[in-house]
């Protein structure tokens, strides 16, 4: 890291699951222990038990502390008293960064940062999309208005730190090449998330791991695994691990195709103690940036099998026989056979483990982005 004056840094991000709060937990530890000051301000109304015992894992390392606030995912009125409400608490914190992440923390970043530099203060302004409106259709209203609104909020951005070159190709063919500065900042992971973590006695055949909405596709899983099934001619075991608006839904659903008692359903836990449940994760998005998961599972020498989308070809490689196109269950139940029936397909199809860590270390993306930070305060 740096030893240059420390800064004081917030982020900002709506919901406090899956890879945008793995993303800012890291950078909070690293530039913690680096001497700098950090705070956050997302959700207050996302969330469970899990989320709960990750935030008081990393309180230690938030000198300017955690707010909560209920911050909706769709665009309303309510928006208004949680921007006041985060402009009062941002202002007294008094930050020298202000970093936003997804579409909601990228827009109260730069609002609140642009409303205290108008004051004088001395704050820079970053964005990391995270997919978020990225993921919005272009000619369509909803993803027309989205990516104006994305233009307007970028002459308030000091620096726009993309998770992945996809994500940046993404931003340049909906929103237009940025104006301001724009860099590619692989999501990292930390050095004790190396190491294989071996599946218990009573492992399933293909576990997903995530939240539990269509995007991430577990509706894809279940089809999947029926199919395997059907073409293996035997029963198998599955697991989906995760919580989400559509859990209902997946449960009726297994119900449906007679596959509750084979294909078992848990809310969320640590990311380690879940790979034990399982012998090959399967991560079947809809729509991606940079998830994590895949960074997770690799790293506990897990076999992966994916979703040709977002960054995920980026990690596991452009031609890679893991990858599957989105929404495609029939394709991800070959790729799944394939690789429960061929003993050498995870040593033949997963990435070189040297390589792997050292371009997805969380210690060079926090380094990174510190080097950003520092680039755009001297500029103010």
Known sequence: ?????????????????????????????????????????????TGSEHEDKLFAQIM???????????????????????????????????????????????VVARVIGSILRVQRYRVARLYSPHGGSLHFRPRTLSGETVFMAERVLERATEAISFVCDYE??????????????????????SDRDFGAVPASAN??????????????????????????????????AGRIIGDGPD????????????????????????????????????IPSRAEAMPYIVLEALAAEKPVIASRVGGIPEVLGFDSAALVEPGDAMALAGVMLTALTSPDWASRTMPAKDSFQSR????????????????HRTRI
């Open 360 to 375: 997805f270390s969380a210690s060079v993306m926090a380094g990174q982005v510190e080097a950003l930070y520092y680039r």
């Open 247 to 282: 859990e209902e839904k997946y449960r009726r659903m297994l119900e449906q195709r007679g596959l509750s008692e084979r294909v078992t359903m848990a809310p969320a836990m640590p990311v380690r103690e879940a790979f034990t449940t399982g012998n090959i994760v399967v």
């Open 203 to 236: 492992s399933a055949d293909f576990v997903y791991i995530g939240m539990l909405r269509d995007m991430k596709g577990p509706d894809v899983f279940i089809n999947a695994f029926a199919e395997v099934e059907r073409r293996l001619g035997r029963p198998l």
């Open 60 to 106: 230690p390392h938030l000198a300017l502390g955690l707010e909560r606030l209920p911050i909706r995912r769709s665009v309303g009125l309510d928006d208004l008293a949680a921007l006041k409400r985060s402009y009062n608490h941002i202002k007294a914190l008094q930050p020298d960064i202000l970093h936003g992440h997804g579409a909601k923390g990228g």
């Open 1 to 45: 890291m740096s030893e240059k004056q420390p800064l004081r840094i917030v982020h900002c991000f709506r919901s406090p699951v899956g890879g945008i709060f793995r993303h800012v937990r890291d950078l909070a530890e690293h530039h913690s222990l680096a001497g700098h000051q950090v705070g956050i301000v997302c959700d207050s109304s």
């Open 168 to 189: 940046r190709a993404t931003y340049e063919a909906k929103v237009g090449k940025p104006s301001c500065d724009a860099v590619r900042i692989y999501n990292g992971i």
